[in-house]
């Protein structure tokens, strides 16, 4: 072989192995381009471990947007709680501090451009829109902290601007501020918020879920510098705000009974007292008073035992204004008339059980309308027993006693009423004229609504309606009603009281111009410490006016009034609330002769 033919055979086979190895890189490239084209795929295509995801989440800055809580109005829309929205601005001077400037979105001719905006543009445009002195912002956004306070309380207007700024480092927080304008005016009925979020008490909490609202949310996407990415995710979802509670009181006749009842507790160191007043044709609660009524804006300031309404929490028995629920029913039962005669001793006894009245007297033909107007147990337990025990518990729950009345309050009490299988040889009697069963002063003027109402009981209402934040008014149905006793009985029983005011011992009711039907009441209240025996008395006068179409229920309640329980009367009370009520809502003076029933038989 020559020495040409071997450098031939040399060069091709070097030619070879540079092909080979050629293929070997470009396979191995191939690979490698694949393994990266796959992972590229996974990660950005499927995304199998949700890293791009994660990613997103860690770039978007979220930002609360709090509902508005709904507002507590009043009959005639008198503000009795509301909020207001603020914002605080804050600053994370980490970020702001470092950029010298920023991208943002404005508009240019109509179209969306990104804009070159310096660090001073910026500082400047903050303080015009917060209303600050520029070099003061200026000190507030630089530094090194993450967290700081640049303004407070700040309304939804001003911050939206803030936040149009989308200045790096600049961030919102949204506060509600609960505000009562009327104070103390049902305070207990409004209640208040726990830390300025939760309903604590009253309304605020058992309406707490109509009138918080739901908050809303502003999320925005930031870069790895901490800078608001201009093109990046911006989304808003609005905050709907809460709804308003509109109640069925009257502010300022509630302001009245208020004072009313306080000045009246005071003057008779009594332990506390109540007013309600009731609209008879509606069943709608005008005012319900108590005394030491907090102020929602500062609750602490009185007792725990205070800060309720015992308008329905506190039950109590409830005296001799329970009569005219005895009355009623040997009426309806056709057990007796409003002149029958019933021939009373000195001193009642009955199945060994002895009854007195709280004033001596003899032998006497009284009329039923007199055992009433004179307030006497003895002639009551006399009428009483012409009906069994069950009849006797029968028409206790037929006007609605040991039945809670629902109005929206929390804690309201049912009262007690104890089987009648239950009832021992005095209690069987003593439940006629309101001892041995207790209720709350709403029970007693629910009752007296259905005799003013031609003898159809109204479930007694507190909230009249729900006003959508778009004003769209939305009517609290009314509970059903139902007949107690017929139109002739509730008639014949207002006769009855109006009578107890013109012939009886209840004159201390009359209001000129009016015709006037009341009861009072006295009962024994048993000590708080669970002691035997009794500490004291519950005092209470119930009317209605005018009877020649009754408008509207008052009753006086005082616990534990001192001195003598004979001297003691809520009569000026009740004229001085039932007459402005009269006036408040323009009710014609009566027409047609008062009632008066005589009180003795011949």
Same mark, same amino acid.
């Given at each position: 072989?020559?020495?040409?033919?071997?450098?031939?055979?040399?060069?091709?086979?070097? %030619?070879?192995?540079?092909?080979?190895?050629?293929?070997?890189?470009?396979?191995?490239?191939?690979?490698?381009?694949?393994?990266?084209?796959?992972?590229?795929?996974?990660?950005?295509?499927?995304?199998?471990?949700?890293?791009?995801?994660?990613?997103?989440?860690?770039?978007?800055?979220?930002?609360?947007?709090?509902?508005?809580?709904?507002?507590?109005?009043?009959?005639?829309?008198?503000?009795?709680? +509301?909020?207001?929205?603020?914002?605080?601005?804050?600053?994370?001077?980490?970020?702001?501090?470092?950029?010298?400037?920023? *991208?943002?979105?404005?508009?240019?001719?109509? *179209?969306?451009?990104?804009?070159?905006? $310096?660090?001073?543009?910026?500082? %400047?445009?903050?303080?015009?829109?917060?209303?600050?002195?520029?070099?003061?912002?200026?000190?507030?956004?630089?530094?090194?902290?993450?967290?700081?306070?640049?303004?407070?309380?700040?309304?939804?207007?001003?911050?939206?601007?803030?936040?149009?700024?989308?200045?790096?480092?600049?961030?919102?927080?949204?506060? $509600?501020?609960?505000?009562? #304008?009327? =104070? $103390?005016?049902?305070?207990?009925? /409004? =209640?208040?918020?726990? +830390?300025?979020?939760?309903?604590?008490?009253?309304?605020?909490?058992?309406?707490?879920?109509?009138?918080?609202?739901?908050?809303?949310?502003?999320?925005?996407?930031?870069?790895?510098?901490?800078?608001?990415?201009?093109?990046?995710?911006?989304?808003?979802?609005?905050?709907?705000?809460?709804?308003?509670?509109?109640?069925?009181?009257?502010?300022?006749?509630?302001?009245?009974?208020?004072?009313?009842?306080?000045?009246?507790?005071?003057?008779?160191?009594?332990?506390?007292?109540?007013?309600?007043?009731?609209?008879?044709?509606?069943?709608?609660?005008?005012?319900?008073?108590?005394?030491?009524?907090?102020?929602?804006?500062? #609750?602490?300031?009185?007792?725990?035992?205070?800060?309720?309404?015992?308008?329905?929490?506190?039950?109590?028995?409830?005296?001799? /204004?329970?009569?005219?629920?005895?009355?009623?029913? /040997?009426?309806?039962?056709?057990?007796?008339?409003?002149?029958?005669? &019933?021939?009373?001793?000195?001193?009642?006894?009955?199945?060994?059980?002895?009854?007195?009245?709280?004033?001596?007297?003899?032998?006497?033909?009284?009329?039923?309308?007199?055992?009433?107007?004179?307030?006497?147990?003895?002639?009551?337990?006399?009428?009483?027993?012409?009906?069994?025990?069950?009849?006797?518990?029968?028409?206790?729950?037929?006007?609605?006693?040991?039945?809670?009345?629902?109005?929206?309050?929390?804690?309201? %009490?049912?009262?007690?009423?104890?089987?009648?299988?239950?009832?021992? =040889?005095?209690?069987?009697?003593?439940?006629? &004229?309101?001892?041995?069963? $207790?209720?709350?002063?709403?029970?007693?003027?629910?009752?007296?609504?259905?005799?003013?109402?031609?003898?159809?009981?109204? !479930?007694?209402?507190?909230?009249?309606?729900?006003?959508?934040?778009?004003?769209?008014?939305?009517?609290?149905?009314?509970?059903?009603?139902?007949?107690?006793?017929?139109?002739?009985?509730? !008639?014949?029983?207002?006769?009855?009281?109006?009578?107890? /005011?013109?012939?009886? !011992?209840?004159?201390?009711?009359?209001?000129?111009?009016?015709?006037?039907?009341?009861?009072?009441?006295?009962?024994?209240?048993?000590?708080?410490?669970?002691?035997?025996?009794?500490?004291?008395?519950?005092?209470?006068?119930?009317?209605?006016?005018?009877?020649?179409?009754?408008?509207?229920?008052?009753?006086? @309640?005082?616990?534990? #009034?001192?001195?003598?329980?004979?001297?003691?009367?809520?009569?000026?009370? &009740?004229?001085?609330?039932?007459?402005?009520?009269?006036?408040?809502? +323009?009710?014609?003076?009566?027409? =047609?002769?008062? @009632?008066?029933?005589?009180?003795?038989?011949?």
């Amino acid at each position: 072989m020559s020495v040409a033919q071997g450098k031939s055979k040399a060069s091709k086979k070097k %030619a070879a192995n540079a092909t080979k190895r050629l293929r070997l890189g470009l396979s191995i490239m191939l690979a490698l381009l694949l393994v990266v084209g796959g992972k590229l795929f996974l990660v950005q295509g499927l995304d199998v471990g949700g890293m791009a995801e994660a990613a997103l989440d860690n770039r978007l800055r979220p930002t609360v947007l709090p509902a508005e809580r709904g507002s507590i109005l009043d009959a005639g829309g008198a503000v009795l709680a +509301n909020s207001v929205i603020r914002y605080n601005i804050t600053v994370d001077q980490s970020v702001n501090t470092k950029t010298e400037s920023f *991208k943002r979105l404005e508009k240019v001719n109509g *179209k969306d451009e990104l804009v070159t905006v $310096s660090r001073d543009q910026g500082i %400047a445009e903050l303080a015009a829109a917060l209303g600050m002195d520029t070099e003061d912002v200026r000190k507030s956004v630089t530094g090194t902290r993450t967290y700081y306070i640049v303004a407070k309380d700040l309304r939804p207007d001003v911050e939206n601007r803030v936040s149009e700024l989308q200045i790096p480092g600049i961030f919102s927080e949204g506060t $509600s501020k609960r505000v009562y #304008p009327n =104070g $103390s005016v049902a305070g207990g009925i /409004v =209640g208040f918020l726990e +830390n300025g979020t939760t309903g604590q008490a009253g309304l605020e909490q058992t309406q707490d879920e109509i009138l918080r609202g739901t908050a809303g949310k502003r999320v925005f996407e930031i870069g790895a510098d901490g800078l608001r990415i201009p093109v990046g995710i911006d989304e808003l979802t609005p905050a709907q705000d809460g709804k308003d509670v509109k109640l069925t009181l009257n502010s300022d006749l509630q302001y009245f009974a208020q004072q009313a009842i306080q000045t009246q507790a005071d003057k008779l160191s009594a332990e506390w007292g109540v007013i309600i007043v009731s609209d008879v044709k509606t069943g709608n609660l005008i005012a319900m008073a108590d005394t030491n009524t907090p102020d929602p804006n500062d #609750p602490g300031k009185v007792a725990a035992k205070d800060r309720g309404v015992r308008s329905v929490t506190a039950a109590y028995e409830p005296g001799s /204004v329970e009569k005219m629920i005895t009355a009623a029913a /040997v009426i309806e039962e056709g057990k007796a008339k409003p002149l029958d005669t &019933f021939v009373i001793p000195p001193s009642l006894v009955v199945d060994g059980q002895q009854f007195d009245d709280s004033f001596s007297h003899g032998t006497e033909k009284r009329t039923l309308a007199g055992i009433l107007g004179w307030s006497m147990n003895t002639g009551t337990v006399m009428a009483g027993q012409r009906l069994s025990k069950d009849q006797r518990h029968d028409w206790l729950q037929k006007f609605g006693i040991g039945e809670a009345p629902e109005i929206g309050l929390p804690a309201e %009490a049912k009262g007690i009423l104890t089987p009648a299988d239950q009832w021992d =040889g005095r209690q069987q009697y003593t439940v006629l &004229f309101g001892q041995g069963v $207790s209720q709350s002063t709403l029970q007693t003027v629910r009752a007296y609504q259905s005799i003013a109402n031609d003898g159809v009981m109204l !479930q007694p209402r507190l909230i009249d309606s729900y006003i959508s934040p778009d004003g769209t008014e939305e009517k609290v149905a009314a509970k059903p009603s139902r007949r107690v006793v017929s139109e002739q009985t509730a !008639q014949q029983v207002r006769d009855i009281l109006e009578s107890a /005011v013109t012939e009886g !011992q209840i004159k201390e009711a009359a209001i000129d111009g009016y015709r006037v039907g009341a009861k009072t009441g006295t009962s024994q209240s048993p000590c708080d410490d669970g002691t035997a025996g009794f500490c004291g008395y519950t005092a209470s006068m119930v009317g209605m006016a005018p009877m020649d179409d009754p408008r509207f229920i008052v009753e006086v @309640v005082l616990q534990r #009034p001192k001195g003598s329980i004979y001297g003691i009367t809520n009569g000026p009370v &009740f004229r001085s609330v039932m007459s402005q009520a009269l006036r408040t809502y +323009n009710v014609p003076p009566s027409k =047609g002769t008062p @009632v008066r029933l005589p009180q003795f038989a011949k």
